[in-house]
């Protein structure tokens, strides 16, 4: 009977160890989710603001975006949209309307897959903007 | 003796049902991180690339952020840092060498950890950088 017990016992004990090395690794895996992003390349579409400029969010958010993604295949991490809404001093214009951003691994891969559709992309712009965009091609540090 | 197995039975069986609904909860926590961000306030701190403009990138990221960061508190939800790498057109200088970003729940709360500690943030800045930050406020549509 002892030995049963002395069994049971060792299993219980070797199920705790193995959950709390889980948990400690589960720890680590939920604590780099926001760093999983360090060396991926970031190409971020930014809309300058100013008088007479014009941009449909709506448009942007369930159009053009799902579109251009639909050509990075497997290469895009994910995709992210923000709104400007103030700038850092008190009543100045936010200096963008709008930022649309890929995060892609490969930076070749995204330049060949925009370059066939590249006349497709540009068509949607008068779509939903008037505003020239400015890009910006970066490397995620953290 | 039969009572203290099914106890150290029973102990075993609740291990392992903690741990497996644990596991499970932290595998919705993951599947849920890229998309968090929706709806949260975002600051930009972009610091645009010019003639004669230096960037200290291992000061920035060991120090200057950490410190910023450490004032924001618990309405810190994560914050990224972006090295700029080129433009949209080829052999065109990026519009910025690099951009820091707060990601924060209330801009109220960000506004009042940041204007009691403003004077330690701007003597910081000389330490790493010669160039005066463009702020971009804007919220997470997507």
Same mark, same amino acid.
């Given at each position: *009977?002892?030995?049963? /017990?002395?069994? #049971?016992?060792?299993?219980?004990? =070797?199920?705790?160890? #193995?959950?709390?090395? +889980? *948990?400690?690794?589960?720890?680590?895996?939920?604590?780099?989710?926001?760093?999983? +992003?360090?060396?991926?390349? &970031?190409?971020? =579409? *930014?809309?300058?603001?100013?008088?007479?400029?014009?941009?449909?969010? +709506? @448009?942007? $958010?369930?159009?053009?975006?799902?579109? #251009? !993604?639909?050509? %990075?295949?497997?290469? %895009?991490?994910?995709?992210? =949209?923000? &709104?400007? /809404?103030?700038?850092?001093?008190?009543?100045?214009?936010?200096? @963008? #309307? !709008? =930022?649309?951003?890929?995060?892609? &691994?490969?930076?070749?891969? @995204?330049? !060949? !897959?925009?370059?066939?559709?590249?006349?497709? /992309?540009?068509?949607?712009?008068?779509?939903?903007?008037? /505003?020239?965009?400015?890009?910006?091609?970066? $490397?995620?540090?953290?």
């Amino acid at each position: *009977m002892k030995k049963v /017990i002395l069994l #049971v016992t060792s299993l219980l004990l =070797i199920s705790l160890t #193995v959950h709390s090395q +889980e *948990m400690r690794s589960g720890k680590v895996k939920l604590e780099s989710a926001t760093s999983d +992003e360090a060396g991926l390349i &970031k190409v971020s =579409i *930014m809309y300058p603001s100013g008088e007479g400029k014009t941009f449909d969010m +709506e @448009y942007y $958010e369930t159009l053009h975006m799902p579109m #251009v !993604a639909g050509f %990075l295949g497997s290469n %895009l991490v994910k995709y992210t =949209i923000d &709104k400007g /809404i103030a700038s850092g001093a008190p009543n100045q214009t936010p200096a @963008y #309307v !709008a =930022i649309g951003k890929f995060f892609v &691994k490969s930076l070749a891969d @995204y330049q !060949a !897959a925009i370059a066939p559709n590249r006349d497709a /992309i540009r068509a949607d712009f008068p779509k939903y903007t008037n /505003i020239a965009p400015v890009i910006l091609i970066s $490397e995620v540090v953290k």
